[in-house]
């Protein structure tokens, strides 16, 4: 597992990091390595998320060229949600 060495990290952060690794009964290097791992995998979501968005979207013009079908209009959508009591 490759090491990293984390420069220049302002007391505040560290003291937060502490406290949180205290509450997660874990030790402040645990507890570092949990933060930077949940936001990779944040990150590898969001990059994901582009992605799979764009393949929804391709298949969509694929299956719709013309647009909206009939009666899914954003417009006829909303009208009906401002019209419904």
Known sequence: MPNVHIRD???E???TL???AR????SLN?????????RAE??????????RLS???????????????PGLEPETIIRQARDSP
Do not use: K, Q
Not at 23 to 26: A, E, L, M, N
Not at 60 to 69: K, T, Y
């Open 9 to 11: 990290l302002p007391a």
């Open 13 to 15: 952060a560290v003291e």
């Open 18 to 20: 502490r406290s949180a």
């Open 23 to 26: 509450r997660h009964g874990r």
């Open 30 to 38: 645990a507890e570092i390595v949990a933060a930077l791992v949940e």
């Open 42 to 51: 944040r990150e590898a979501l969001r990059d994901d998320l582009g992605s």
């Open 55 to 69: 393949d929804i979207r391709r298949r969509w013009r694929e299956r719709n060229p013309e647009g909206f079908p």
